[in-house]
């Protein structure tokens, strides 16, 4: 399964605007969503924002990155602009359906 | 129970492990095949299958086979017990399914796991059923369904369809806590994986002091320990999935003040 937009957006934006490279970018961002229990092929753009303003400024701090608050700060508000993506039927959407939408 | 002798305790709590047991099972599956017919969604079909036929339907069909078979009569009781059983089976292939399709639907391993357990569902099911059509007579049919190794055979699958989902349930419980603790996830919905987790993980421990109990020789229709733990987990399990799947409000609010929403 490939990875969803948002992720592969949030990557993108990341080593364009810090000294990570592509991999260093990714693999920040996968331990970000391992860390919250997201996952690269179904965060959506919204969940993504949230991990970009509240896991990954201390991720990018701890790898020596530059005003990783502002640019993580940026990012997520790109994503907010981004349209929901089709994840296909996850099992939290399951789980919420079983139970009447409860 | 079997002939005319009174129930006991065993006999009396089993009774009403499995009406709790069937009662959910009936409204739980009623209310979502209502759904599926609209959306045709597998896991809500799949997972209403398993229960109602499990739960609703196979289990009292096996019950009144052996509980009603003097009335009934061998022939009937057979029959009864025969239909019973491929209800129940068709059952477990339906959380089998239900679990390949909501955790691993991509994967190309869930899908080979769950065809094979449905193959060995269909295969000990043609093999008890030719056993049972050449038992002398009900009871040696009886036993046979409840010793020897298809019965081990049948309640090691029975067991294996519930630690799977048990497994999953309970790692996406974990990583749906983490998504809670960013306001990432619905505390309720939460709570329900862990609900069913253990719910099926309660199903896997009945199946397993079963298991235990024939390969001891044990008949589990009369062995009370096992009767008597699998009828209060039976019971247990039963309000985990009230709860988990047919939340009442009070319940709702518990969990909801509980995560800090209320």
Redesign the interface.
């Known amino acids: 399964m490939a990875d969803s937009t948002a992720f592969e957006f949030a990557c993108n934006e990341l080593e364009r605007a810090t000294s990570l490279d592509r991999l260093e970018a990714r693999g920040t961002v996968r331990l970000a969503l391992k860390e919250t229990g997201l996952e690269a092929q179904s965060v959506t753009p919204g969940q993504m924002a949230t991990v970009m303003t509240k896991v990954l400024p201390k991720e990018l701090a701890a790898r020596g990155v530059d005003n990783g608050e502002a640019t993580c700060a940026a990012v997520a508000a790109a994503l907010a602009k981004l349209p929901d993506e089709d994840v296909g039927d996850t099992p939290e959407a399951v789980f919420q359906r079983l139970g009447g939408g409860a | 129970v079997t002939g005319g002798a009174p129930p006991g305790f065993a006999e009396i709590l089993s009774a009403l492990s499995m009406l709790a047991y069937s009662l959910f099972a009936w409204v739980f599956a009623l209310?979502?095949l209502n759904?599926v017919r609209g959306t045709r969604?597998i896991?809500?079909a799949s997972?209403a299958t398993g229960y109602l036929f499990i739960a609703g339907i196979g289990y009292p069909m096996v019950a009144a086979s052996i509980g009603a078979s003097e009335s009934l009569g061998g022939t009937t009781s057979l029959s009864l017990q025969v239909a019973g059983i491929v209800v129940l089976r068709v059952g477990l292939a339906g959380i089998f399914v239900f679990t390949w399709q909501?955790?691993r639907?991509?994967t190309a391993w869930a899908k080979a796991f769950t065809l094979v357990a449905i193959g060995m569902l269909a295969a000990i099911t043609v093999h008890g059923i030719g056993e049972l059509s050449r038992a002398p007579s009900f009871e040696a049919a009886v036993a046979l369904e409840v010793s020897g190794p298809a019965a081990v055979a049948s309640i090691g699958l029975a067991a294996l369809a519930f630690a799977w989902p048990a497994a999953?349930a309970l790692g996406?419980h974990?990583?749906?806590?983490?998504?809670q603790?960013?306001?990432?996830?619905?505390p309720?919905?939460v709570n329900?994986?862990l609900l069913?987790g253990i719910a099926c993980s309660s199903s896997v421990f009945i199946a397993g002091v079963n298991l235990a109990a024939t390969v001891a020789g044990r008949n589990i229709l009369e062995y009370q320990p096992a009767m008597i733990t699998s009828a209060t987990l039976g019971i247990a399990n039963s309000v985990l999935l009230i709860l988990?799947?047919?939340?009442p409000a009070p319940y709702?609010r518990f969990v909801r003040r509980r995560a800090g929403l209320v």
């Open positions: 209310r979502l759904t969604s896991p809500e997972v909501t955790f639907a991509e999953e996406y974990v990583k749906l806590r983490r998504r603790a960013l306001g990432l996830a619905n309720v919905v329900r994986f069913w988990a799947f047919l939340p709702l």
